[in-house]
């Protein structure tokens, strides 16, 4: 195709957002690719509530309020997401939603083939390059390679999308229409990557920050977790006079893009991908950092099936995976997706980064949280898991376990060596009482 024929075939492919939703029909499936969604096209839907019946619509993790997460829009939209978001809690919390935990990779679920294929797929790409290649922006994961097998593509045309080096792009002639984007009014490279706001972090970080540097050397490779424990710790000084560290992470909470900048994440020491930080999403910093990695070809964007398959994690030696946890138990079970029933999250890459960094030459994996919640009224490190809790980590996967007030490693510990270890980083208000339960569950009873 010459360079005159993609202009021609851009033109003719651009239509409006209520164009685009007007070719839902009751029953369908409309799904989001990964990421920021399709606000114009998602809007010009959701104003269809009433007149469409049954529309299965897959969300992965929500971001804009549409409607439809409120009661009475269930009969129109039946929504399916992958990861709760503040801007979906309270319906999940309701059950008006329900939940795809994926596989091991979390959006491989949706090519699986006796999954239904969607009648729609929306997406949010930038304006064609002088080649006729739009970008996807900020984030990958596997919109690439999801557009090649679905029947309708519909991208919504974002100008302040950022390009990147790696896989993320298209070409004019992988997507059937093209609809001009509605700004939100919002001020993109800002917020947690979670979508979250960002917050002044709480003091009890700073200390989980400083514990977690004492297990990191230089030219260790990092992965850090998504989680209001995790993404602050950068920016605390977790990182903090280390040389010649590497990145392979899904994202790039707040600080990691300015330590790249600074030469402190370098990848000279990387076994695999040296001198490139490997992720499938940018974001968690600010815009400043965003506009220094716009084309900037140290960042290399790729498909997420690469990026957490355990096999490409344990090339690169010395691997540290840092991850979040909402509750372990004195065995090293470690819930990071909700405490009882409750979903308050998905596990996402924490499973495979875990296993990649085990099976690194040298490779250590970090799980962090704090040690009371609820402000400190309960403790999070519990002699069993309350009914319900799903593991995320299994206890024979645990290895190092850091809170504010220390970090032990568990790792090839007897149930009460781990015991004892993860009550020395419990808060001392619980000490006593946790010491107690661990005697009725390990030693012997006179």
Known sequence: ??????????????????????????????????????????????????????????????????????PGWQDSFKITILMPTATCQEAVDAR?????FGTIFPFSSLEDPDTRPPDMLLTEVSPPDKHGYCSFGQ?????????????????????NLIRTHGENYCHVSEIRYFVEHKSTGGAPGTGSLAGRELKEPEAYLKNIAANVSQVIKDGDTIQIG????????????????????????????????????????????????????????????TKDELDWANDNPVFHLVDVEYLEDMRIIAQHDNFVAINNALVIDFTGQIAAEGIGRRILSVAGGQLPFVIGAWLSKGGRSVTVLPSTAQNGQVTRIMPTLPPGTPVTTQRNLADY??????????????????????????????????????????????
């Open 1 to 70: 195709m010459t360079n005159t024929d993609w202009h021609k075939e851009y033109k003719r492919k651009l239509i409006s957002a209520e164009d685009a939703a007007g070719m839902v029909k009751s029953g369908d499936k409309v799904v989001f690719t990964a990421g920021r969604e399709s606000f114009a096209i998602g809007l010009a839907i959701a104003s269809r509530m009433g007149e469409l019946q049954g529309v299965e619509v897959f969300v992965p993790s929500p971001g804009y309020d549409f409607g439809w997460y409120d």
């Open 226 to 285: 998504v989680g209001r424990t995790t993404e602050p710790l950068v920016r605390l000084g977790m990182l903090n006079g280390k040389k010649d560290l590497g990145y392979h992470s899904e994202a790039t909470p707040g600080g990691i893009i300015s330590l790249i900048r600074d030469g402190v994440i370098n990848g000279c020491r990387k076994t695999l991908n040296p001198g490139i930080a490997v992720v499938t999403s940018l974001g968690g910093g």
């Open 139 to 159: 984030s990958l994961w596997n919109k690439k390679r999801h557009i090649k097998g679905a029947k309708l593509v519909i991208a919504e045309v974002n100008p």
């Open 96 to 100: 008006r939603v329900d939940i795809n």
């Open 401 to 446: 376990v850091a809170t504010e007030w220390g970090i032990v490693r568990i790792r090839g510990k007897s149930v009460r060596q781990r015991a004892q270890a993860l009550i020395s980083i419990a808060h001392p208000r619980f000490r006593e009482e946790l010491t107690a339960e661990a005697k009725k569950l390990f030693w012997p009873q006179e």
